[in-house]
């Protein structure tokens, strides 16, 4: 199931778009996670940025809106940061 992000993300500057994506676990509770992508022309520096912005208000793992895997993606030069409990604790880990 996927939803809408939440006002808060959709309003930051530099966000397109983003998606809340909800999935069934093993446990039976639901697992969250935010995608985003930047808008067009964004760079690497940009893209994290956002990544950085996204954590400190609660949407990277652990914080307060549940989130198990937030991802900042762009086209080209912007590049894919990723914070997930695989990423060995590193806030927006650059993967690509």
């Known amino acids: ?4 992000a939440p006002e808060e993300v ?5 966000v397109a778009h983003g998606t ?5 676990s093993p446990a039976g509770l639901p697992r969250r996670s935010l ?3 930047v808008v067009a022309g964004a760079d690497q520096a940009q893209t994290s ?3 950085r912005r996204l954590t400190e208000l609660g949407y990277g793992p652990g914080g307060r809106h549940g989130m ?13 940061y990723l914070s ?10 650059q993967v690509a």
């Open 84 to 93: 997930s409990s695989g990423t060995s604790g590193r806030a927006c880990l």
């Open 35 to 37: 995608m985003v992508s």
């Open 68 to 80: 198990e895997l937030l991802s900042v993606a762009g086209r080209g030069s912007a590049g894919t």
């Open 49 to 51: 940025e956002l990544c």
């Open 20 to 24: 809340v994506l909800v999935q069934p």
């Open 1 to 4: 199931m996927a939803e809408t």
């Open 10 to 14: 959709r309003c930051l500057p530099g």
